[in-house]
């Protein structure tokens, strides 16, 4: 809930897609009984279908973020997964997202995080884990996929121990309602 107050205060609006996807890779698992013929596979990421997101309804509009929260299958597991996509008319979506990213996951409470590059993206790391990936789209696009299961085991919240006061405040309110005597 934390982590989708701070996206929508960021602009983006949240998504949902289906956890099953047309086309698989050789790490998706296919299902033996699929609900339709077109939904075959279970999908092993967010980004992809992001993507789809976001080229249906940039033409609409200038500036598009969007998010998802969602299960992804990997290597026999179900993770819990955040995608970030973002479409900008104007300016940098890839640095945008990065800026995006690291003051997301400062204000979730996960502390030293690294950036490092990958390939044409970058890779987000902590604590020597791979947290997820911040990549190009084409030139007006960007997105970014965080296991959302490895970075809330990494997060530090500060809860403060405050021990109960030995002599608690007292709040009177008083309230008079007295006749009125001439003399």
Avoid: W
């Avoid at 107050?5 to 996807?21: C, D, H, Q, R």
């Avoid at 190009?136 to 959302?148: M, V």
């Amino acid at each position: 809930d934390k982590l989708r107050n701070l996206l929508l205060g960021y602009g983006f609006s949240e998504v949902y897609n289906s956890s099953f996807i047309a086309k698989g890779d050789s790490h998706s698992y296919e299902v033996e009984n699929p609900i339709s013929e077109d939904r075959r596979y279970l999908r092993t990421e967010l980004a992809s279908q992001l993507n789809e997101n976001l080229k249906r309804n940039s033409k609409f509009f200038d500036d598009l973020r969007i998010f998802e929260i969602g299960k992804i299958f990997c290597d026999a597991n179900e993770e819990l997964h955040l995608g970030l996509g973002m479409c900008l008319k104007k300016g940098e979506p890839f640095l945008e997202l990065k800026g995006v990213v690291q003051h997301l996951l400062e204000r979730s409470g996960l502390v030293d995080v690294f950036l490092k590059p990958e390939g044409e993206g970058l890779q987000i790391e902590s604590d020597h884990q791979i947290l997820g990936i911040i990549k190009h789209g084409d030139k007006f696009s960007a997105f970014a996929e965080i296991n959302l299961d490895k970075m809330l085991l990494l997060v530090e919240e500060e809860d403060e121990y405050r021990p109960i006061p030995k002599y608690p405040g007292i709040m009177r309110d008083l309230s008079l309602l007295l006749k009125e005597e001439k003399r």
